[in-house]
């Protein structure tokens, strides 16, 4: 496919997304019809879809149109390509601009050059004061991609000469000591021996960054009580000599391929259906907006209402209370997101603390995208 037939295909799927088709929906149906599209042609016209799901409404402004046609054009003029060069209307290329389309266009405004709709404009300002515009607009960029190196089996300059030596070139982040920055090679990491053989994991600089946090030792009695695909629950037991964590989730199911990633990494983890007995350590990394990782799944920024909020918040509350009588006396309730609103995180924490007089606070910290990684938010309470 010529880079202008990319373009046209990434139109026609942004219209199905618009019409509300999820954006992995709408690409591997196209994908399925369009067997010439090679991997390149596909990772391309993924790429345009994802950069205008994070610049949804300023590419619409830019291009003059509320349409998948009009989001490309605004795409190409943010880039500060002539558009000319690829609405030729030649082979499978979008149509020539019309007159109209050629004198339309106009820079965003409001919470629209934020690339946020307007009552999530509203919240970031109220909620992040002077980081709002920084952060809304780092939102707006496409995401690192960094690794964990796992401790339990390699240090870091062995990962990154066995990452380097199949060509994956890796720097050291601020953000933790186990976290490394891919700069070259992003895509060959998943079938890398480094990777299949659980030297290194993929996760973001921040949430690597939130289990370092922990008051974590060898020997103690830790609960993943989210534990989704266990991310955490690896980070944690590398932490501690290699575990073991004791691993749940509501839905099972999310924690599948958990055995098989323990077991790679040299780790210990119990899976268990319904946790009972005291822990000294309980992690809830609850659901959340996932607003602090708009930058991977930007779709999230359009899909998700002011009701969706409420609920999360109701479900965020029973879940801390919920997971705070597995704590033993002198334990750890750790609470945490991947979210900037502060109505998931710091009101939560206040709420708690406010209705349960045995804690007491240790920890507090709010990760933004601007520091590198995704948006987090972490927290403790030591039960008195
Ligand atoms: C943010 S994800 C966890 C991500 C994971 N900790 C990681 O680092 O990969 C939140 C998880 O909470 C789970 N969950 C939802 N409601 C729950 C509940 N009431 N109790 C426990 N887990 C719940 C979801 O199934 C989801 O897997």
């Given at each position: 496919m010529t880079p202008a037939a990319r373009l046209q295909a990434a139109a026609e799927i942004i219209d199905r997304i618009e019409g509300g088709i999820p954006a992995e929906k709408a690409l591997t149906n196209w994908a399925r019809n369009s067997r010439y599209a090679g991997s390149k042609d596909r990772r391309a016209v993924r790429d345009h879809v994802f950069d205008c799901l994070r610049m949804w409404r300023s590419t619409a402004a830019l291009g003059g149109a509320e349409t998948g046609r009009g989001r490309v054009l605004g795409l190409l003029r943010s880039a500060d390509i002539d558009p000319d060069t690829m609405f030729t209307?030649?082979?499978?290329?979008?149509?020539?601009?019309?007159?109209?389309?050629?004198?339309?266009?106009?820079?965003?405004?409001?919470?629209?050059?934020?690339?946020?709709?307007?009552?999530?404009?509203?919240?970031?300002?109220?909620?992040?004061?002077?980081?709002?515009?920084?952060?809304?607009?780092?939102?707006?960029?496409?995401?690192e991609v960094y690794l964990r190196v796992n401790t339990l089996k390699a240090d870091l300059a062995t990962a990154q000469a066995e990452l380097s030596a199949e060509g994956i070139l890796t720097e050291a982040h601020a953000l933790s000591p186990t976290a490394l920055r891919v700069t070259e090679g992003a895509r060959q990491v998943a079938r890398s021996q480094a990777y299949l053989t659980g030297l290194v994991e993929l996760q973001d600089a921040a949430s690597q960054s939130v289990v370092d946090m922990l008051p974590l030792q060898a020997g103690m009695r830790v609960l993943d009580y989210c534990a989704g695909g266990g991310g955490k629950t690896l980070a944690m037991a590398a932490r501690m000599d290699g575990g073991p964590v004791t691993a749940h989730d509501a839905n099972v199911g999310r924690m599948s391929d958990l055995p098989a990633r323990a077991e790679r990494a040299a780790a210990k983890v119990d899976i268990v259906d319904s946790p009972t007995?005291?822990?000294?350590?309980?992690?809830?990394?609850?659901?959340?907006?996932?607003?602090?990782?708009?930058?991977?799944?930007?779709?999230?920024?359009?899909?998700?209402?002011?009701?969706?909020?409420?609920?999360?918040?109701?479900?965020?509350?029973?879940?801390?209370?919920?997971?705070?009588?597995?704590?033993?006396?002198?334990?750890?309730?750790?609470?945490?997101?991947?979210?900037?609103?502060?109505?998931?995180?710091?009101?939560?924490?206040?709420?708690?603390?406010?209705?349960?007089?045995?804690?007491?606070?240790?920890?507090?910290?709010?990760?933004?995208?601007?520091?590198?990684?995704?948006?987090?938010?972490?927290?403790?309470?030591?039960?008195?």
């Amino acid at each position: 496919m010529t880079p202008a037939a990319r373009l046209q295909a990434a139109a026609e799927i942004i219209d199905r997304i618009e019409g509300g088709i999820p954006a992995e929906k709408a690409l591997t149906n196209w994908a399925r019809n369009s067997r010439y599209a090679g991997s390149k042609d596909r990772r391309a016209v993924r790429d345009h879809v994802f950069d205008c799901l994070r610049m949804w409404r300023s590419t619409a402004a830019l291009g003059g149109a509320e349409t998948g046609r009009g989001r490309v054009l605004g795409l190409l003029r943010s880039a500060d390509i002539d558009p000319d060069t690829m609405f030729t209307g030649q082979g499978h290329a979008p149509g020539p601009l019309s007159d109209d389309e050629q004198a339309g266009g106009r820079d965003a405004d409001g919470y629209a050059a934020w690339d946020l709709p307007d009552w999530l404009g509203q919240r970031f300002s109220d909620g992040l004061g002077e980081k709002a515009e920084s952060t809304a607009m780092s939102l707006r960029h496409r995401a690192e991609v960094y690794l964990r190196v796992n401790t339990l089996k390699a240090d870091l300059a062995t990962a990154q000469a066995e990452l380097s030596a199949e060509g994956i070139l890796t720097e050291a982040h601020a953000l933790s000591p186990t976290a490394l920055r891919v700069t070259e090679g992003a895509r060959q990491v998943a079938r890398s021996q480094a990777y299949l053989t659980g030297l290194v994991e993929l996760q973001d600089a921040a949430s690597q960054s939130v289990v370092d946090m922990l008051p974590l030792q060898a020997g103690m009695r830790v609960l993943d009580y989210c534990a989704g695909g266990g991310g955490k629950t690896l980070a944690m037991a590398a932490r501690m000599d290699g575990g073991p964590v004791t691993a749940h989730d509501a839905n099972v199911g999310r924690m599948s391929d958990l055995p098989a990633r323990a077991e790679r990494a040299a780790a210990k983890v119990d899976i268990v259906d319904s946790p009972t007995g005291q822990f000294d350590l309980v992690l809830c990394d609850v659901p959340c907006s996932g607003s602090g990782a708009w930058r991977r799944s930007p779709e999230g920024k359009w899909r998700f209402g002011p009701e969706d909020l409420e609920a999360l918040i109701g479900l965020q509350s029973e879940i801390i209370n919920n997971a705070k009588s597995l704590v033993s006396p002198g334990g750890f309730l750790a609470y945490a997101t991947c979210s900037v609103l502060p109505a998931e995180n710091t009101h939560q924490s206040a709420r708690f603390l406010q209705a349960n007089s045995g804690w007491e606070q240790q920890v507090e910290r709010q990760f933004l995208p601007e520091d590198g990684g995704d948006g987090f938010y972490v927290t403790f309470f030591k039960r008195k």
